[in-house]
Antibody
């Protein structure tokens, strides 16, 4: 059974770059599309973007200029980089597997989430 | 893109049916049959409950059903149980290969 695990710093300084990694176990990263979703404290879910090992990506227009999603097939990992962070980027960040190819918004396997706080 | 509109709360007694709406536009909900619903318990990751408007993943009870009419999708929980108390989020595939979520609905079992 496929499992996902997010990892990365829990604290990021304002204006710096947030970097997170999602490690995929129990299956090949090449077989699916992969997404990042975040949830600010006490608020709803926000789609960040998805990526495929072929290089195909799509990102939320509101974040597009700051987001990079990449895939490392040799490590079975995919990563999120969010630049120029502010306090508004404080959230639980989830990685997830997209059920369909190409993605349709139905993510059927999720990591447990990792909390990132932006503060000086 | 704007978030889909969901009521902030919904409630029902055990055994009753409750329906949550999710309203978008012709650029998302109304334009594609790709609406999904997620259940999220406190401190947990979301769980996919419905995809492609009305399909249930393996293991999801048939008490959960989905539908769509025009720009509004709906999730119905029949035979409400205590463990159904959670937050529910809809999302939809949208124009330009984007995905948009609803603001979430807190379901209370009275």
């Amino acid at each position: 059974q496929m499992q996902l695990q997010e990892s990365g710093p829990g604290l990021v300084r304002p204006s710096e770059t947030l970097s997170l990694t999602c490690t995929v176990s129990g299956g090949s990263i090449s077989s699916y599309y992969w997404s990042w979703i975040r949830q600010p404290p006490g608020k709803g879910l926000e789609w960040i973007g998805y990526s495929h090992y072929s290089g195909t990506t799509s990102c939320n227009p509101s974040l597009k200029s700051r987001v990079t999603i990449s895939i490392d097939t040799s490590k079975n990992q995919f990563s999120l980089k969010l630049s120029s962070v502010t306090a508004a980027d404080t959230a639980i960040y989830y990685c997830a597997r997209d059920k369909h190819w190409p993605p349709r918004g139905d993510m059927d396997v999720w990591g447990k989430g990792t909390t990132v706080t932006v503060s000086s | 893109q704007s978030a889909l509109t969901q009521p902030p709360s919904a409630s029902g007694s055990p055994g009753q049916s409750v329906t949550i709406s999710c309203t978008g536009t012709s650029s998302d909900v109304g334009g594609y049959n790709y609406v999904s619903w997620y259940q999220q318990h406190p401190g947990k990751a979301p769980k996919l409950m419905i995809y492609e408007v009305s399909k249930r993943p393996s293991g999801v009870p048939d008490r959960f059903s989905g539908s769509k009419s025009g720009n509004t999708a709906s999730l119905t929980v029949s035979g409400l149980q205590a463990e159904d108390e959670a937050d529910y989020y809809c999302n939809s595939f949208a124009r330009s290969n984007n995905v948009v979520f609803g603001g979430g609905t807190k379901m209370t079992v009275l």
